[in-house]
């Protein structure tokens, strides 16, 4: 079966950096996607990694490992307003995008 | 710039009875159109999706429907609703079957009592 793996809920300070993992397990492979959502609303794209590597847009970065089916979004600086959920999502072979559930991302001052 | 509504936003149905959802996208031709389910806790889960007029497929079997009478208006129904239904539903548009980056709509809050 198809698999996508992400932790459920992380906290963070204001000013700091973290790191959202997500690991996949797919039949293919065609692009691995972040977005974002806030409590409520829709989500909004963030990041596309198709090949091995970092992209970084502003403050955050996302990276791609295909060998080991794994990924990462980094946020610098964060802000009050990042307090959101990350959903890591992987389009296949039939390209259908798997979704994970998702990771809370909690912001303390 | 294109734009994607869709409405109502929040609803409360009770059991048994029908439902409609409708979706439409401004600003450009002819773009996949997808109905997801958001539970909460889950990843979206894929309920139909349509690459041009009167073409749905559907993902999971259910007693939902979807159809697509126009190029840029997407309807999601329902004759007679269960309790399993109640859901955050979201409607998105790409500008091809092959892009990941999806477009979504506001969302709609189900509720079924």
């Known amino acids: 079966g198809q698999n996508i793996d992400q932790p459920t809920e992380m906290t963070a300070t204001e000013g700091a950096i973290v790191q959202i993992n997500c690991t996949y397990q797919?039949?293919?492979?065609?692009?691995l996607f972040w977005y974002q959502q806030h409590a409520g609303e829709a989500p909004t794209f963030l990041s596309y990694n198709v090949l091995d590597g970092l992209e970084e847009k502003g403050r955050f970065s996302s990276f791609l490992s295909r060998s080991k089916g794994y990924s990462y979004l980094l946020l610098k600086e964060l802000q009050m307003k990042d307090s959101a959920s990350y959903l890591c999502?992987?389009?296949?072979?039939?390209?259908?995008?798997?979704w994970g559930a998702g990771t809370k991302l909690i912001i303390k001052p | 710039s294109q734009t994607i509504h869709q409405w109502p936003a929040t609803l409360v149905q009770p059991v048994g009875s029908p439902l409609s959802l409708e979706c439409t996208v401004e600003g450009t031709s002819n773009p996949n159109l997808y109905w997801y389910r958001q539970a909460a806790g889950r990843g979206l889960q894929l309920l139909f999706y349509s690459v041009g007029i009167g073409q749905i497929s559907s993902e999971v079997p259910q007693n939902l429907s979807a159809s697509r009478p126009q190029d840029r208006q997407f309807i999601l129904s329902s004759k007679k609703l269960l309790l399993s239904d109640s859901g955050f539903y979201l409607c998105?548009?790409?500008?091809?079957?092959?892009?990941?980056?999806?477009?979504f709509g506001e969302g709609s809050r189900l509720t079924v009592l």
């Open positions: 797919t039949s293919g492979f065609n692009g």
């Open positions: 998105a548009w790409s500008g091809g079957a092959d892009t990941g980056e999806l477009f």
């Open positions: 999502a992987v389009m296949d072979s039939n390209y259908q995008l798997i």
